[in-house]
Every structure is written in C-alpha cells, then in structure tokens.
C-alpha cells in the first residue's frame, strides 16, 4: 500500500513520490518466524507493524541503476510519539528522507499522517496505509490515492511464509510491471519486488526490531 509511504513500501514512496513519496510509498516498507528468517523479535499478529520507539526495520535494497538508488530507503526507525492535531502518532526516521513520517495503528489498520502547510502551522489528516486485518480481493485506498488489492494472504518471501500480498489495482505505466508489495502481520513490510526494464528486483527485509 510499503507503507507503501512503503519502501515506502518503498517502493510505493517511489510512486507516490511523484505526488511526495512509495507509498510516500514507491518509494513510501507474525507470529512467528522460521529459524532461516532474519534475526529479530516479534510481538505477534494483532498489528499488520507494531510501533514502539525503538522498532527498525533495515532492508537489503537492489540499487544497481540510479533510479532505484535514489527512491528506495534501506532503513526506517521509530524515533518519536507525539501528538498531532488532537492524534497520537509515532514518527518513522527513513534514511533517505530529511522529515519522520507519521503512523498509528488502529483496530483496522496502519494509517499514515498526510501533511499539508497551512499559514504558518502543519495540519497532519490520517489516511490508512494498509488494512488489517485483511482478507484476499480486499482493496486499499492509501495515502495520494494510490490502490492496492491483496491477493494473497499465504505467500512466501525471504524466507518468510504466511505473507501478505499486495498488487496495484491498476498495473503502474510505463517501465515498472509486476509490482507486488510483502507484510506480515506483527512485523510489517518483509519486501516488495518487481520488474523494471526488463530486469527483476528484489527489496527485502534483513534485520528489523519490533516490540
């Protein structure tokens, strides 16, 4: 949906970059894990990805063309809880970007705070940036519009099973084809992956902390 602020995903902060982020998520990023998974800790599935400051998530990004190398984070970290307009909301520190993105969890899902300049004053409005829970041919409208449908909730990515899969509604224009975004629920954003010119890439999760 990354957030889909992805990593976001990022790889929907790629596409969205182009309204801010990749999710900003083209480029805006469980129960349990099998002993081949990447280190870390989970805090189960009640949340599709728990926040708590001190949670991080780093991810092996394939940066072999320049595009790819500028819209993609490798690691995002939870660093503040604050208020925002009357909500609550914990700030995500992307590597590649200069300001946190906002996010809280609700009893349906992860949203995202869009940020708009009014006078002198940030005014932050939640949209969701995933469902949870969630069931297959579900869709999402997420952050700048962008939607995504799950297609599968049993796929299997980086050495993680049980994952969610989602797909863009409307396949992405031009070079970018077979987009697909990967969570799991109590940790988040496993990876995305997809075909760019010809070639296929693969963004994936190698160490996070959750709590």
């Not at 957030?3 to 480029?27: A, D, S």
């Not at 991080?56 to 063309?65: A, C, V």
């Not at 595009?67 to 970290?77: A, E, K, N, P």
């Not at 940036?129 to 990515?157: E, H, M, Q």
């Amino acid at each position: 949906m990354s957030e889909r602020i992805k990593h976001f995903n990022i790889k929907r902060m790629k596409k969205l970059i182009g309204l801010l982020t990749v999710g900003v998520v083209l480029c805006l990023l469980i129960s349990s894990c099998s002993k081949d998974n990447p280190a870390g800790t989970s805090s189960g599935g009640d949340v599709i990805r728990p926040l708590a400051i001190g949670n991080y998530w780093i991810y092996d990004i394939d940066t072999s063309t320049v595009i790819h190398s500028i819209f993609y984070c490798d690691t995002m970290r939870v660093v503040s809880y604050e208020n925002l307009n009357g909500n609550t909301a914990y700030g995500i520190k992307y590597n590649c970007f200069p300001t946190l993105q906002y996010f809280n969890n609700k009893i349906d899902g992860q949203y995202y705070f869009m940020q708009t300049y009014h006078d002198t004053t940030y005014e932050y409005s939640p949209r969701m940036y995933i469902k949870y829970p969630i069931a297959i041919n579900d869709t999402i409208t997420g952050p700048f519009d962008a939607k995504f449908k799950c297609v599968s909730l049993s796929a299997a990515f980086n050495n993680f099973s049980g994952c969610i899969d989602l797909i863009p509604v409307i396949e992405y224009q031009g070079d970018l084809t077979n987009y697909h975004e990967y969570w799991r629920a109590g940790i988040g954003l496993i990876g995305t992956e997809y075909d760019y010119k010809g070639k296929h890439y693969r963004n994936r999760l190698v160490d996070y902390r959750v709590q």
